[in-house]
């Protein structure tokens, strides 16, 4: 499995990078609102929708929620309002695993609920990379920046979990998933994020803030695989689906980003961290 994932990631970092660094932002968000509305009929199968009439009218619900996002995305104060608002639906979603028991009344909650926390956790997460691409001179290389933090800490957490994980973090949501691996993800994070902080020209106290955002973007980098994986464990499924071998789906290989990608780029915003 681990052969097989590492295989898949040699050849989708590199699609990435170039899709990130090589394509006008306005390109990039319709590649980025396609991988969106797959990882939506994913969503549909989660929710519990076996037809493909309700998962086609939850798709184009989906679309519409992507095109009022980038209706936004010109307009800083209504982004903030949204990435604040997202900010807000991720604190409800840890509070959600907390009080999570398997076979506790989450496990039915109505699919319509499910549906509002699909496209609250896709939708901005979206708008957010998005205009965080097409911000200023370095919008590009700030995604990148963003891209390789989550990657990195998903990495530490892997592999120093593999190696000293011993307490469990969530048992009931991920078992293989440790405290130690958590810590592991924030000192990958944390290297990574000052030599982007020195990279952007960051001094003193705006370095340290700049560090600090990255640590609170892993820490909801994590919220984000979390709750990805109460849903699937709701419904009784290891993988949202099948498009990456190793991988699993859309929804798998984004979990992370989803959460941490709006708690970066209104962290940037309230910050004022130049682009």
């Known amino acids: 499995m681990l052969k097989q994932r590492l295989l898949t990631a040699a050849v989708l970092i590199p699609l990435v990078v170039w899709a990130v660094l090589g394509l006008p932002s306005g390109t990039l968000a319709l590649v980025l609102g396609a991988f969106v509305l797959v990882g939506a009929w994913e969503w549909g199968a989660l929710m519990g929708l076996t037809s493909p009439r309700p998962r086609v009218f939850y798709l184009a619900l989906m679309a519409v929620a992507l095109g009022l996002g980038w209706s936004v995305i010109e307009r800083p104060a209504l982004l903030a309002v949204l990435l604040a608002l997202a900010f807000a639906w991720w604190i409800v979603a840890l509070a959600w695993l907390v009080r999570y028991r398997p076979g506790g009344k989450g496990d039915g909650a109505m699919p319509a609920i499910k549906g509002v926390a699909g496209i609250l956790t896709l939708v901005p997460a979206w708008t957010a990379l998005v205009a965080l691409h097409g911000t200023g001179r370095t919008g590009a290389y700030l995604l990148l920046l963003l891209l390789v933090l989550i990657w990195l800490a998903d990495s530490g957490a892997f592999f120093v979990g593999r190696r000293w994980g011993s307490i469990k973090l969530a048992p009931l949501i991920s ?16 290297i990574w994020a000052i030599i982007g902080g020195w990279w952007l020209g960051l001094q003193e106290l705006q370095l340290i803030l700049f560090v600090s955002l990255c640590l609170v973007t892993v820490v909801f980098s994590i919220v984000g695989d979390l709750f990805e994986s109460m849903i699937k464990r ?42």
């Open 175 to 190: 078992p293989g998933k440790t405290r130690e691996g958590v810590y592991g993800a924030l000192a990958a994070a944390g």
């Open 234 to 275: 709701q419904r009784g499924v290891k993988d949202s689906g099948t498009l990456f071998p190793g991988h699993g789906g859309v929804l798998d290989r984004v979990d992370s980003l989803t959460a941490a990608a709006p708690v970066f780029v209104l962290g940037l915003l309230l910050l004022e961290i130049p682009a």
